[in-house]
């Protein structure tokens, strides 16, 4: 760790020790790792990933922690933390580059400044562009596989890759990274040019849906559970009779079925609890095995 620590400070990368994971997820809750790095640039993150990677350390990276449940006993991994890197750039054909830390929200202003159409549907997404290529976000029609043109990653070897769309094996809620710990550094999207009146127009009324019918005001993932093929999540958990079913401080939404929330300073455990009742009832009484959305680390 003192050689980790040494590198960081030769780089000028920061970093935190034992750091509480609860205060870098959107659900509010989570143990502790034994050490946070804050890279602000992708040059800093493509050294610390390829240096954690070519001295065999264990590593997880996170963003905004928008989609993640993560154990009240922590990680036991060095976590590569992404949110500070805000870089993003444009190009004369409609192209915008984002680095892997940058919020969606930002990305979607950006678009809007400059007249780009595409992006609207992932207004109000609390997560980064990492993130939102990891998972295929989407929403209201919507997806990232709609906009992206290719993503640069650092491999597990160490080394950079950079894949056009038709290699990102991109489908609901799935990507060609969902079951690889690869770093990726940068993403590429093209766009199309729009009037910016309309273009706010839908981003307004989209926030105006979300804030209606979502439960913002309480610590959440977003949508728990994947929509099962010809059915809505919140639809069956409401019809078993599963809206305000709680654990202690986490309970499933009196708004929005599909949403469990910390209303209460819920812990992992709770909020696991939910979502294995969810899933149990919803199966006993619908015959359909609801899969979390929500990337589950215990």
Avoid at 145 to 163: A, M, R, S, Y
Avoid at 240 to 259: D, Q, R
Avoid at 264 to 283: G, M, Q, Y
């Amino acid at each position: 760790m003192n050689k980790l620590i040494e590198f960081c400070n030769d780089n000028s990368i920061s970093f935190k020790k034992n750091v509480l994971l609860k205060n870098h997820t959107t659900f509010k809750v989570g143990g502790p790792c034994k050490i946070m790095f804050f890279p602000d640039s992708t040059e800093k993150l493509l050294k610390i990933g390829k240096y954690v990677i070519e001295n065999g350390y264990d590593y997880f990276v996170i963003g905004n922690g928008s989609n993640l449940l993560i154990s009240d006993k922590g990680i036991n991994k060095v976590v590569i933390n992404t949110s500070e890197i805000n870089e993003i750039s444009l190009s004369d054909d409609n192209t915008v580059i984002a680095s892997a830390g940058v919020s969606l929200i930002k990305l979607c202003k950006c678009a809007y400044d400059n007249s780009l159409s595409g992006m609207e549907f992932a207004y109000g997404i609390p997560g980064t562009v990492g993130g939102a290529v990891f998972m295929n976000a989407g929403a209201y029609g919507g997806e990232i596989k709609d906009v992206i043109t290719e993503v640069t990653h650092l491999n597990d070897k160490g080394e950079i890759e950079t894949l056009s769309s038709d290699k990102l094996d991109l489908s609901y809620r799935h990507s060609y990274y969902s079951d690889k710990n690869y770093i990726i550094l940068k993403i590429k999207f093209t766009l199309l040019p729009g009037n910016k009146t309309d273009i706010k127009q839908k981003m307004d009324e989209l926030m105006s849906r979300r804030k209606s019918k979502q439960p913002l005001e309480y610590p959440s993932a977003g949508s728990t559970f994947k929509r099962p093929e010809g059915y809505y999540a919140g639809a069956l958990i409401e019809e078993c009779g599963l809206k305000g079913y709680s654990s202690n401080g986490a309970c499933v939404s009196e708004k929005h079925a599909g949403f469990v929330i910390n209303k209460n300073n819920a812990t992992a455990e709770d909020i696991l609890n939910v979502i294995n009742h969810c899933r149990k009832t919803v199966f006993d009484k619908k015959g359909i095995m609801l899969e979390p959305e929500v990337k589950i680390l215990n």
